[in-house]
């Protein structure tokens, strides 16, 4: 996973370093439990979407940018699902306000699923922009319409799960003139012809046996 990507160093852009929450359980470069990674080496972190943001909020208007990535389980609708063993990558700008902090950017996410018309494998990739707000009252009858801020750290982890989740096809083709399946036989129309007759209209059912009966010409 990586860690946050921080740009800027003049006023009203958080560097990072503060915000640092010091050494932690998580095992370090060298696999060390309270090792910090070095620089240009990736941390691997069992909380990869969890942002420290005290040092943000310190200032009105200071602007970070970040850079996470990660795994998010559960990611899927009734035929399409996001690999739990590809990551869900989000870069967002956040910015403090006085009462909390706006995330903008994109949360990007690989699916896979099956065709609707001929069960085929079918696939593609969500890029969902996102432009939210984290607030100490976020989630509660107080704001609902922001995400939580407590303790000085942000969860991006559900922020990038309901991106993907509204965003994600309900009923993916694996090509736009995809052809189906035979309702008789079940062949695969886009590779292969068979001889089964026409299905025909069930609106017509009654009309077409009188005239199999001869009553109608």
């Not at 998580?26 to 005290?54: C, E, L, N, S």
Request: glycine share 14%; aromatic share 4%.
């Amino acid at each position: 996973m990586t860690g946050s990507d921080r740009t800027g160093s003049g006023p009203g852009v958080d560097p990072g370093p503060s915000d640092d929450p010091g050494p932690s359980d998580d095992p370090g470069p060298g696999g060390i439990p309270g090792q910090k990674a070095q620089p240009g080496v990736t941390r691997r972190t069992r909380r990869p979407f969890h942002v420290q943001v005290a040092a943000l909020r310190k200032q009105a208007g200071t602007t970070r940018v970040e850079h996470r990535e990660g795994p998010i389980p559960g990611l899927g609708a009734v035929s399409v699902t996001v690999p739990e063993d590809l990551p869900v990558t989000v870069d967002l700008t956040l910015v403090s306000y006085p009462g909390g902090i706006t995330a903008d950017g994109e949360v990007v996410a690989v699916w896979r699923g099956e065709c609707r018309r001929c069960g085929g494998p079918v696939g593609g990739t969500v890029r969902a922009q996102v432009d939210e707000r984290f607030a100490p009252g976020g989630g509660t009858d107080a704001d609902e319409e922001a995400y939580p801020l407590a303790g000085g750290e942000i969860d991006l982890e559900p922020l990038a799960r309901d991106a993907v989740m509204l965003s994600l096809p309900l009923a993916p083709l694996c090509r736009p003139d995809c052809r189906g399946l035979c309702p008789t036989c079940g062949a695969n129309w886009n590779v292969e012809e068979c001889r089964c007759p026409p299905a025909g209209d069930p609106r017509w059912a009654a009309l077409d046996a009188l005239r199999d009966e001869g009553t109608v010409p």
